[in-house]
DNA sequence: CGGAATCCAGACGGATACTG
DNA sequence: CAGTATCCGTCTGGATTCCG
């Protein structure tokens, strides 16, 4: 488990360590659509391991950035969700895949299936 | 130098490929304040050492978020300045930098000299 | 001043086997 | 189903030295 610094130079800084690497915000961003049982997140993000995945989730919970709920269930249920905190994220992660997808499209990026920016300014109209 | 893929299944991964990573955030961070030289990047950013700079500042220019001056002096000069792409993610910084300050606030953790979220917002206000 | 080259440790990540 | 445990290879990042 990562441990934070007591005291940091930039805001930045902590940032990075709370979800920085290569799967954090791409958890964070899956979980705010909505709570999601582990082999859920395994088949949204196929090349995870389950090594990493757990790993991830782990530090995220350890750092109150995402929640763990146990059904003691036979078979067992799991269900991550993020936190009011971790949930505070999300227009930062939105910002994020709007710039994202607009440097795909002035690159000629090929974007999939997968929930975009534009997909979920589309959804908030919708609801509106 | 770090490949993007031709084709994303999110926005969220490309972005991480773009700017994922220990120092690129912060380099754009402290690009948006202006221009700045090598070794003055360098005292801004103590802990990063030359290579890692270099290494970060020519990933950023290769794939245009970051431009790179070189005047023909003796000594050498170098200058580093974000592109107006790179400029436009300085929002997303700023909701990270806000969100990293309320983090350090409600776990008691100290934050230090540099430029914050709340600095910046104080800044701006100061030129408006 | 602004790097490049080299070497090395530790983090990251894959495969496989096992468990309540 | 939702993990743990272990082994092992790769690869990133850090320290140091050298260079125009």
Known sequence: MKELQSE???????????????????LLWHLNEGDKRFNEL??????ITKKMLTQQLRELEG????KRTVFEEVPPRVVY?????????????YGMCQWGDDYAEKEG??????????????NKSDLS
Chains 1, 2 share one sequence.
């Open 42 to 47: 395994r088949r949204t993000i196929p090349e």
């Open 63 to 66: 750092h109150g950035l995402v």
């Open 109 to 122: 990026i090929q974007m999939n299936s997968c929930w975009t920016g534009r997909d979920f300014m589309k």
């Open 81 to 93: 969700s993020t936190t009011d905190f971790g949930h505070r994220l999300q227009p930062v992660l």
């Open 8 to 26: 940091y130079q930039c805001a930045i800084n902590l940032v990075i360590d709370l979800i920085g690497g290569k799967w954090k915000v791409l």
